[in-house]
Every structure is written in structure tokens, then in C-alpha cells.
């Protein structure tokens, strides 16, 4: 499984996770350690900006340690409605981008 993270100006960060894993609430606190370090490398104007997080309502994703770890970061996070199909922002610009990125390659293993 991949995390992508991006902004309006592309992806800033693709984690995968290892085959057999789950994301637990301390394995998505260490991502959002490792998000942060790519946003301030990638994106130098954001370090003295709010950044608003947007995620949906998946247990490990709400955990105690994770949104422990939203608030220490100083991320504002955007709310996300129980169920809303709708609100799938993949869906319009990232998985587009994806596929044309990835046509017509061919892969040996995960």
C-alpha cells in the first residue's frame, strides 16, 4: 500500500508499506514525522505557515498517537464528514497523474 502526500504543487512525499504490515496509530505518528521532514526540505515557504491537513476517518489515522502527533506539528486538521464519497480529491488530480505516469510500465514485484 502507498501514502501519498501532496499540495497544489505536487507530491512531496510516498511511503510504502511493507507487505504483510498494517498502519497502526504509532506507524502513521512516525509517517507524519517523516511528512514534516519532506515539507520543510520541499517547501522552504512553509515553515513559517499553517498547514492544513486533510485525511479521512480511518482508525490508526484517529488514533491517540496520531492526532497527538497532528497537534504537536501544529497542523490544522480538515475535517473529514463520516461518509462522503465525494470528497475523494485522489480521484481528481492525483490518480490521473499517476496513470500517465506509469503507462505502458511493466513490473517484476510489489
Excluded at 40 to 51: D, S
Excluded at 79 to 90: G, I
Amino acid at each position: 500500500m502507498a501514502s501519498v502526500f501532496w499540495d497544489a504543487e505536487g507530491i512531496l512525499f510516498i511511503d510504502y508499506l511493507e507487505k504483510g504490515k498494517t498502519i497502526t496509530g504509532k506507524y502513521n505518528s512516525n509517517l507524519l514525522t517523516r511528512l514534516d521532514e519532506k515539507i520543510h526540505e520541499k517547501r522552504l515557504g512553509l515553515r513559517k505557515k499553517k498547514i492544513i491537513f486533510h485525511q479521512d476517518n480511518a482508525p490508526a489515522l484517529k488514533s491517540v498517537l496520531a492526532m497527538g502527533k497532528l497537534r504537536d506539528l501544529h497542523y490544522e486538521l480538515l475535517e473529514h464528514p463520516p461518509y462522503s464519497p465525494d470528497l475523494a480529491p485522489s480521484d481528481f488530480c492525483l490518480f490521473p497523474k499517476l496513470k500517465l505516469f506509469f503507462a505502458g510500465q511493466r513490473f517484476a514485484s510489489n
